[in-house]
């Protein structure tokens, strides 16, 4: 079946990096794209950005530009997320989602992993 | 503070129907077609709604969604305790050139 699993919680210290992998299965992974979204304590889905399993192309949410990166491994069918300089607002659940997009859109994002929890600590 | 605006709470009786509204503007809603997500935290988000008021397969036709000029809307009939979590709706925005949420709606079951 498909399926979106990902790796296991991170505990980090402020100022570091944390690099959270995605690994995709029962379905061409290039076809669809890679969308990240987290979720910080008591707070809604915040959408990170997307990349093309396909050709590596990426948009990120404006709110990340030059702190993250996202790349994808089709040898592997994985994709990762890295954010770095790490602060307390960065505790949160981070999910990866296979999504759809149309001319850079994301038009949907109908398969989730099961999260990966990240806590940030001073 | 959200792209898409949602009421941060809802509730409704079992069999109830009960409608959760999203508000939005031209360069989202109104532009682009409306996701909607049922979310349990902790959990992995759940596709309900896409494009054209479509359905994964899966999810039963008690959910529909509809839009309206920069308003969209989920509905869902025949409530059950299950569907007790957050709807989110989400959104293409033009003007932040990425995927915007709402705030989410808490679902209450009485």
């Known amino acids: 079946q498909v399926q979106l699993v990902q790796s296991g919680a991170e505990v980090k210290k402020a100022g570091a990096s944390v690099r959270v992998s995605c690994k995709a299965s029962g379905y061409m992974f290039t076809s669809y794209d890679v969308s990240w979204v987290r979720q910080a304590p008591g707070q809604g889905l915040e959408w990170m950005g997307w990349i093309s399993a396909y050709n590596g192309s990426t948009n990120y949410a404006q709110k990340f530009q030059g702190r993250v990166t996202m790349t994808t491994d089709t040898s592997t069918t994985t994709a990762h997320m890295e954010l770095r300089s790490l602060t307390s607002d960065d505790t949160a659940v981070y999910y990866c989602a296979r999504a759809r997009t149309i001319f850079g859109v994301v038009a949907y994002m109908n398969v989730w992993g099961e999260g990966t929890t990240v806590i940030v600590s001073s | 503070q959200s792209a898409l605006t949602q009421p941060p709470s809802a509730s409704g009786t079992p069999g109830q129907r009960i409608s959760f509204s999203c508000s939005g503007a031209h360069s989202n809603i109104g532009t682009y077609s409306v996701n909607w997500f049922q979310h349990l935290p902790g959990t992995a988000p759940k596709l309900l709604i896409y494009g054209l008021n479509q359905r994964p397969s899966g999810v039963p036709d008690r959910f529909s969604g509809s839009k309206s000029g920069t308003s969209a809307s989920l509905a869902i009939s025949g409530l059950q305790s299950g569907d007790e979590a957050d709807y989110y709706c989400?959104?293409?925005?033009?003007?932040?050139?990425?995927?915007?949420f709402g705030g989410g709606t808490k679902l209450t079951v009485l």
């Open positions: 989400a959104s293409w925005d033009d003007s932040l050139s990425g995927w915007v």
